[in-house]
Structure formats: C-alpha cells, structure tokens
C-alpha cells in the first residue's frame, strides 16, 4: 500500500496547509483588530488636552456572523477619520479611530465597550453593527454617560429600552423603512393604485414588520389582501408560496425580504411567469451589485428597495464621500455598501455638533442632537427623545437595470415605472 | 381550473421536480452509510463545494455548469478519498461508527470555514441564461433547471445502479456492505472498497452541487439545513438503501411542497415530520431499510 501511504501523506499535507492557512489568516486578523488605527500622524511632542487627539471607539464585527457588515462600518468610519483629519480634525484636534474587534458576540462587545471607556478612556463612543450588538452596547454606554451615535441598530427592541443618549444614524426605524412604498401608492391617482396586495414576509423582526407596516397603511386605504403568508427563515424554495401569489393575481406584491429570500422569490415568480403591476421588496432588492447577480439583470426591472445612502445620492456631501471611498479602498460607486455611509455619517454628525456649539463633549452631542436637524450623507435627520429617527428612506426603483430614487420628490431623479415591466426571462 | 386546485398542480410538479435533486444527494449519503456505517454529516458541506467549484468554473472560465459535471465529479471523488483517508481510516473499526459522526462534522466545519475564507459568506447563484426560465404545459410551469435536475439525477442514479449491480467493484462494495469479514477473506480489500465508496459518495454530490447552485442562493453556511434534510431522508428511506432515499426525498419534497401551497410554509416540515416519526413508530428500520446489515 505505499501508493496509499503516498496519496495519504499528499493528503495529509494539503489539509494541513489549508488549516495552516486558516490559521494564520485568522491570527492576522486578530492582529489587526487590536491595533488602533491612526489616521492623522498625531502630535509628536506631548499636548494639552485640547489638542490631544480626540480618541474615538467603537466595537465592531470584524469576525463572525456580522463580519461582512461589520468590515463596512469599519471602512466607513475610518474614511470619516481621515477626511476630518484633512481637514484639520475636530476644534484642532486630530481624530484617532480606536476599532476593536467584537466576534458579532452580544457578550465581547460589553466587555469592548467598557474597556474602550474606563482602559482606553476614549472621548466619544460609536455603535457596533446590527441591533442585537447595539442593544447590549448601549446599556453599556448609557451607565457612563456617553452619547451612543449607532449606524446600524434599528430594530424596535434598541428604542424600547427608551434611552435618551442613543441616536440611531438612518432616516427612519428598521420597520418604518417602507412606510414611503405606501406614500407612494397612495398619493398616485385613485384610478391608477392597486386594488388588490399580497404580502410574502420573513420572519424576522426586520422583515415581516416592514411589510405588516405597510399593509396597514393599504388595508385602511381599502386595498384588499388577498393573500398573506409569512414564512419562517430556514424556507429556502419560495416556489410554493411564490405559486400561490401566483393565484391569487393580486395587483402588488410587497414582500418584507432579507437577502437571499428576496433572490429566491423573484427566481420563482420569473419561473412561474407570474409579474405583479407593482412590486416592493424591503431588503435585497437594494444592493446594486448582489441583486441583478443573483436574479439575473434582465429581471430587476420595476422592482421598488428603499434606502438611505444609494449609489448617486442627492444628499450634498455624497460626491466627496465616494470620491474618497473610491480613492482608499478601490472599487467603483456601486460597490459602497450603505453601512459605510451610515457608518461615515455618524462621523459627520461629530463634526456638525462641534462646527455648531464649539465644544465636544458627551453632554453636548447628546443635548444638541435633540434639537434641530442634521445634514449627513444618510439624509437630514433628526430624533425623537428616545433616538428613533424621524424622517423617512427614499424609494428607489430599478429603471434600466440601475437603482434610481424615484420618490419622495426631493429626491427623485426618475419618474417611477409602473405597471412594472415583464419579466426579461 | 380553478386557482386552489392550480396551485396544488404546481406544488406536485414542483415537489416532484425538487425531490430528484435531493435524491442525488442523499443517495451518495446513503451508499456511505451502507458501506462504512459512517454518518456523513460533510454530505452537506460536500454538496455546497461543488456548487462553489460550478459557480466558479461558470463565472470564471464561462463554463455551463452542467457541462462540468464529470470534471467537477472527479474532483469530488478524489476529495472524497482524501477525506477517507485521512480523517476516517485512522478509527478503530469498533467505535467507527460513533467516532464517524465527530470526524464528519469536523471535515464539515474545515470545509465551511474554508469556503468561507475562499468565497466569503455572500450568497451566491450561478445564473445561466436559463437558470430561470421554465416551459407551460396545460398552465403548470416546467422549470427549465428543475426539469434537468430530475432528468439528471435519473441518470446519475441509473449509473451508480449499474455501478454497484454490474460491476466487479460494485459486487465488492455490495459484499462488504452484507458481510465485511467474508468479504476480506474472499480477497476483498474492504479498506480499498471503503476509500472509493466514500470517494463515490462524495462525487455525488457534485452533480447535485451544480444544480444546486442553479436552483438556489447559496453560502457557506447552507450546508446546516442540508444535512438535516439529508438525515431525515436517509432515515426515512432506510439506512443504506439507496432506492429507499430516492423515494423518501419525493415524498418529502413532494409533501413539504404540497403543504406548503395548500397550508402554509410553516407547516411544512412539521408535516414531514409526522410522517417521519409514524414511519419510524410503524417501519423502525425505515421504508426500505432492514434489520440486519444486507440490502443496499
């Protein structure tokens, strides 16, 4: 059996280099997380505290479930970190990012934070990414005092707990998102609205609410239901309740989505040969690379997203904030996840807090923050007492295979297309 | 015909449709346990590969990805030897069977965390031209992909029969499935047999990677609601019987569609697994299954 042995020690070494490689890309990554990045040179020589480097912190995902999301907050607040230091940083002082690595463990980012503020002693906090990390995060962070700007904590759980240091950095709650489908719909001539709506939503808290949301805005209007299915998270073939749609023929279709049930639905109606006049996905019909990939370009046609930051945002500061994306980290427009802005745009409220009151503290970032509204790539926002954001996403629509935001007319560069086109097969 | 009833047609059709391409996959997990008593648990991950070396082959080099099925089947088995060998052959025959469970897992867990590093975790599709379209008939919708599936799965299946039935190789896995200690003494060399059948369970898996990949989103992470679909199939099909998975993915994508087009998707597993536990209250050997070490 020497071939055997052989073959079995080739073997051996491929599986252990692969675990090799493993490792070491695991460690590299570790490496990075605990080092603190620097964006401006710093002050050599050492400094009052007013020209001390002010130190933000933040914990985000850099391993785990959320590492993908995680890495484009990442991305998005140390472009923010270089921009301001370009320009000669916060009242003077340069900003130094200090990101730590939270494994997307509710329990890792509590211990983050609290080292960030009693060990490292940082002058501002910024959120972790998703709700589940931001929620423990800003328990954390309230009992210090700190303002909590988090860019990607939206579900209803983070306000229930009713905190007044927190702001959530996007135009409106998770589950308020869709609320400008509706806006849409109804303000369209009576003749021209559906008449009939059925509604496909995950069950997830930032899934079916969206939709539920907007079938009650439909229903009171006195657009009938006439099917409604809700479908848990391990459904991988959407064909079934994608038939019964079918069925029912029903004027629009709006499904509260998450990613690859979104790619799976539109496969199946295209496959059923079944097209709504009007549809609207809550998730995964907005990312301008992932969606046409998916699903094929030719069938991305008349489909309506909503979001916050989107390739071509009217929002002022948007040109400059994917020039410089484009020039750190390479890459085209399409290929900013929205993260990176809403990531970036908590550092733009920083920035407007102290232009406007000349101080940087905790207590006036959170006492300004309550008042007025704030220019940021994400929109113009503000908050009520508890953080939710009040004003609404943009509805984009896919016209000519490109995302375009068609509503609310402030935004819109395209007037909407409806009924929807064909599928193109 | 009226809406219900239409819907119904279609769930059938689907089920049916569906139910070849989960065939193909449980069938290489079934031979594997019929051979070695080892629960694959990496089936799973095996099947996600191969959708990966598709999608790769597809938008890399432009090819059809059911037209590397046989390159992408080579590699699946040579990997599926090196997994047998190095992670398998090294257990004690006695507790093998125990051991197998934690050693698969383990080779589950290194594959998904090498995929994971090679493709990332983004979901990813294989879209052809046709990867959605699909052919009427009497008002049913035929999905192109679907179709080719089940015509697929037919002919893998049809090959791996005359495999185990024809040929010398297949009458040495077949005696070392019945009687392993006969068969060695009979100049069967059951490590030999052991190594390919593994090697023939995993390259199954690659024609149902390919279409897989075309038929559904997928990461690394989907490898989890495989297995536990191929467990359950294997299970209610009999351990070991290929015939009996092949019948037990119909009636479990079959059923699971139905109910999920006449009731709700969220009953639709419950619903597989009541007919699951009665099998196995009724029949504890499976429907095909039996008691003894024999069939396969």
Sequence with gaps: MSSGNRLRGIATIAITSAAVLLLTSACAGTASNSTSSSAGTGSSAPSPSTTAPLLIGASVSLTGDFADSGKAVKAGYELWADEVNKKGGILGRQVEMKIVDDTSSPTQVVTNYQNLITQDKVDLVFGPFSSLLTIPASQVVKRYGYAFLEPAGGGPKVFAQKLDNLFFVQPAPVVKSGDVFADWVLSLPKADQPKTAAYAELDDPFSAPIAENIRARFEAAGIQTVYKQVYPAETRDLSPIMTKVAAANPDVLVSGTQSEDAYSQVKSLVQLKFSPKFMYMSNGANSPVEFPSKVGANNVNGIMSAADWYPGSPAPTSPAFVAAYTAKYGGSETDIDPSSAEAYSCGQLVEAVAAKTGKIDNATVISSLHQGTWPTLVGNLSWDAIGQPTGSFSLIQWIDQKLVPVYPAEVSKATPVYPKPNWGG | ?296
């Design chain 2, 1 to 296: 015909m009226t809406g219900s009833v239409h819907a119904l047609i279609q769930g059938v059709v689907l089920g049916i449709l569906t139910g070849g391409v989960y065939a193909l996959m449980a069938s290489g997990q079934t031979l594997i346990f019929g051979i070695m008593k080892v629960v694959n648990l990496a089936q799973g991950a095996l099947v996600v590969l191969a959708a990966y070396l598709s999608y790769t082959l597809f938008t890399s080099f432009g090819l059809d990805p059911l037209l590397t099925i046989p390159l992408t089947t080579v590699i699946m088995f040579g990997l599926g030897v090196v997994i047998q060998l190095v992670f398998l052959r090294p257990l004690k025959r006695e507790d093998s069977a125990q051991l197998s469970l934690l050693v698969t897992f383990a080779v589950a867990l290194l594959l998904e965390g090498f995929m994971s590093v090679v493709w990332k975790t983004t979901y990813r599709s294989t879209n052809t031209d046709y990867a959605n379209s699909s052919w009427t008939l009497l008002g049913i919708q035929f999905t192109v992909v679907r179709v080719i599936a089940f015509v697929l799965s037919l002919i893998a299946l049809g090959l791996l029969f005359l495999l185990l039935n024809r040929t010398k190789f297949g009458r040495a896995v077949r005696a070392t499935v019945q009687n392993p200690m006969s068969a060695e003494l009979l100049g069967v060399e059951s490590k030999r047999v052991a190594a390919l059948g593994f090697g023939l369970g995993a390259a199954t898996a690659a024609a149902a990677g390919s279409v897989y990949g075309l038929l559904y989103p997928f990461n690394s992470g989907s490898h989890y609601d495989l297995i536990s679909e191929l467990l359950s199939i294997v299970v209610l099909g009999g351990l070991g019987s290929v015939g009996g998975a092949v019948i037990a993915a119909l009636i479990v994508s079959t059923s699971s569609a139905v109910v999920a087009t006449v009731f709700s998707p969220t009953w639709s597993s419950f619903t597989f697994f009541v007919i699951l536990i009665l099998v196995l209250v009724l029949r504890p050997q499976g429907l095909y299954g039996t008691v003894e070490r024999g069939a396969l």
